[in-house]
């Protein structure tokens, strides 16, 4: 079964860093991707970034060259490092999970986090961006 624990969230001024950390399991009997998607109020669903079990990743066009998506395989934990931080990124984030994912997975993944195809989510962290 997997199991996925989100922490790391909290305010911060415009400009400043957060690193977000999914503590996962269960996820690692198969290929799978593993990726951040948010939320905010009023707002849809969008895929942050998602990284495969060979280390590829994929981001948003919102959030390249901010953000890094990482994972620690020794400590099946998975990570946002989110620097330059805007306003517009308030938002709750969420860690997802998707087994048995296909070969090229990867590029797709972005898309499938904003439309809620990955199978597994937890109960994710608050961001807040202030001016």
């Known amino acids: 079964q997997v199991h996925l624990v989100e922490s790391g969230g909290g305010s911060v001024q415009a400009g400043g860093s957060l690193r977000l950390s999914c503590a996962a399991s269960?996820?690692?009997?198969?290929?799978?991707?593993l990726g951040w998607f948010r939320q905010a109020p009023g707002k849809g669903r969008e895929g942050v970034a998602a990284?495969?079990?060979?280390?590829?990743?994929s981001y948003a066009d919102s959030v390249k060259g901010r953000f890094v998506i990482s994972q620690d395989n020794g400590k099946n934990t998975l990570y946002l490092q989110m620097n330059n931080l805007k306003v517009e990124d308030s938002a709750m984030y969420y860690c997802?999970?998707?087994?048995?994912?296909?070969?090229?997975?990867?590029?797709?993944?972005?898309?499938?986090?904003?439309?809620?195809?990955?199978?597994?989510r937890g109960q994710g962290t608050q961001v807040t961006v202030s001016s």
């Open positions: 997802a999970a998707d087994l048995y994912t296909p070969p090229g997975a990867i590029n797709t993944a972005i898309k499938a986090l904003s439309l809620n195809r990955f199978g597994h």
């Open positions: 990284i495969d079990n060979d280390d590829s990743t």
């Open positions: 269960g996820y690692k009997q198969s290929s799978y991707l």
